[in-house]
């Protein structure tokens, strides 16, 4: 579809609903919202470009422009930071990019019940500066704290660094505003409470309207939980002089039932080795220093003395060296935002040649931790082999929940964007299946936080979810009839025939 | 204050580090200059402002941890007491 496709009456429509200085159609307007951070060939750029962008203001207005396209059967994709990993705010067929960054308003702030009330085109950066002020703090943080918004938090159901603590965002969204395909409004919570924790009432809907990429609608308007401003943080990071020991140790952290952990972090060798090329904290570190542990607290100043202090001799115990407290703290806070992560990698030759970042996420028990590693390194180096196009990063693995049972588990991919053609992308794609296969084989789920909808890995989805993807296509199929909200994702045109 | 251009454009000589990085200024690391010499290239900086770069970076490390939270406990305190 092309805007002149869209020209009439969709245009004069979307006028009228929102109007002229919220339709955007220029070409700038589009190619900025035509990608996410994840890599794809540029020379496939043009792909992905929506045919117009629309900049609605309130939940009536998204309401009005799903009942167009619905009466129409123009596809609509909704976009919120666009910082998402798994393709989801990308257009596959043109169409109408809802952009929701315009709902950006605290509605609410309720001291005593200690939730706020926010449009999803906030960021919990941007919210927790207000929230600063009444010494209360939103703690939904992932690496892209400061550009992931509350509406893509919602679309992706994401994870948080310090999720162990308070939970991830489908924790700490209480309920939300949303708008269904046909442009009906609901509102889903636990119950129908906007302010309630915890409800049996019903089936349990909000579930259902979180991680689900923008395919079964709109959230707009969502009420979330607060908790007191931490009056200290503590996050030591220790070196090890091999994987196992570290191994070890990041499972007695998580296990120790610590009240005010929020986190622990494992890197392997490999991480260690691209961390010694250009990283300032671990370029000087002695070549015995293998692979890495940190862990994070949060809570009253004396009980996270009181944790720290079991943490740091548990860890001691199990033949940990503290790294000091410079490093410990400066590496903590930049996990928050790795944009400002350097962008290289290098060739095999040694050259340093501009990477983009691809993070695959897949959730994997403890015990299963070391074998998944070697599989996926050797999908890694397989890909090296192939082409100078890839660079292996190395792997994290970070707590999921406070008992220690399962792991955010990443392998980095440094992967060379301009020079993907269909070769290297072709060796990919076959690369994000296997990586997703050996996951599944483990007993793991393919993402804990991104999604699982980019090229390769969405072909797995199925057999991840068995006969829970069946009810998949037929709730999708109720939901939206014809198909308009992100139409391509998550396999999701079989339910309206396509072969599987 | 003075300014003297060519002084900020000579940097500190190189002291190898590793034998991917070197160091010109106290905690300042950068790549081996010999890795990059092919897809991207290394660029004349003047001094203050390879100082600037890290000075800011070392700011908003900071800001992150007001903004997370009110103070930071040390580590090397609390090792102390467990060793002590
Ligand atoms: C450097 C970096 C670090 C990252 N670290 C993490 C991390 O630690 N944890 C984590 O979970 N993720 C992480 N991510 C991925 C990404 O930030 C998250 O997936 C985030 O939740 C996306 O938010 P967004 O506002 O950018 O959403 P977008 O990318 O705009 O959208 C994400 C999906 O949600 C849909 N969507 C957007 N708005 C709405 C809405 N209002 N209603 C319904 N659906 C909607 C979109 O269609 C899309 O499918 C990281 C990404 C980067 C670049």
Known sequence: ?500 | MKYRRSEEMSPPPAVPVTDVAITRFEHVYEVAPELMTEHVLQQEFPNWDTLRLVHSRADHLAWMHRHFAHTVVSGEELLHELDG
């Open chain 1, 1 to 500: 579809m092309t805007v002149t496709a869209l020209s009439d009456p969709v245009l004069g429509e979307l006028r009228q609903i929102l109007g002229d200085e919220h339709v955007l159609t220029g070409k700038a307007d589009r190619l900025n919202r035509a990608r996410v951070p994840a890599p794809f060939p540029v020379h496939r750029w043009a792909e992905r470009l929506p045919d117009l962008v629309v900049m609605p203001g309130s939940t009536e207005e998204v309401a009005e422009v799903l009942k167009l396209a619905n009466r129409l059967r123009v596809p609509v994709v909704p976009r919120d930071g666009g910082t998402g990993l798994t393709d989801g705010a990308v257009p596959l067929r043109g169409g109408i990019l809802v952009d929701v960054k315009r709902l950006n308003h605290i509605k609410d702030l309720d001291l005593d019940n200690r939730t706020c009330t926010v449009g999803t085109g906030i960021n919990a950066l941007k919210l927790n500066e207000r929230l600063a002020v009444h010494d209360l703090i939103y703690p939904d943080d992932p690496a892209s704290y400061p550009c992931s918004l509350v509406g893509g938090r919602i679309g992706t159901s994401g994870w948080s660094l310090i999720g162990s603590r308070y939970g991830h965002t489908r924790d700490l969204v209480l309920s939300f505003d949303h708008v269904l395909p046909s442009g009906q409004v609901i509102h889903v919570g636990d119950g129908i409470g906007r302010k309630i924790t915890k409800s049996s009432s019903g089936y349990q809907l909000k579930h259902l309207f979180m991680g689900h990429q923008g395919t079964l609608g709109i959230a707009t308007e969502a009420t979330l939980k607060l908790f007191p401003k931490p009056e200290a943080e503590f996050s030591p990071f220790w070196a090890f002089s091999d994987y196992a020991d570290a191994y070890r140790c990041v499972g007695l952290l998580a296990r120790a039932g610590v009240a005010t952990f929020a986190g622990a972090v494992l890197f392997d060798e490999w991480k260690v080795a691209y961390l010694r090329r250009d990283d300032e904290a671990y370029i000087p570190q002695p070549s015995s220093v293998k692979a890495l542990v940190c862990a994070a607290l949060y809570g009253y100043a004396d009980e996270v003395e009181a944790g720290g202090r079991r943490l740091m001799r548990i860890a001691r115990d199990a033949g940990a060296r503290y790294l000091g407290d410079e490093i410990s703290q400066g590496d903590w806070a930049a996990r928050h935002d790795r944009y400002a992560t350097p962008l290289h990698g290098r060739t095999k030759s040694g050259q340093v040649a501009p990477m983009s970042w691809h993070c695959e996420d897949a959730s994997i028990n403890y015990t299963n931790l070391p074998s998944v590693r070697l599989a996926w390194h050797e999908i890694a180096d397989r890909l090296r082999r192939e082409s100078d196009v890839f660079d292996d990063w190395g792997m994290f693995a970070y707590t999921n929940g406070a008992t220690g049972a399962d792991y955010l588990t990443e392998i980095d991919i440094g992967i060379w964007e301009q020079r993907l053609d269909d070769r290297t992308w072709a060796a990919w794609v076959r690369a994000k299946r296997d990586l997703a296969a050996v996951a599944l084989a483990h007993g793991g789920s393919i993402s804990a936080c991104h999604g699982s909808c980019r090229e390769g890995e969405v072909d797995l989805v199925p057999q991840e979810l068995g006969g829970g993807f069946e009810v998949m296509l037929q709730i999708k199929r109720a939901l939206d009839p014809h198909n308009i909200m992100n139409p391509g994702k998550y396999l999701l045109d079989q339910a309206y025939g396509a072969p599987s």
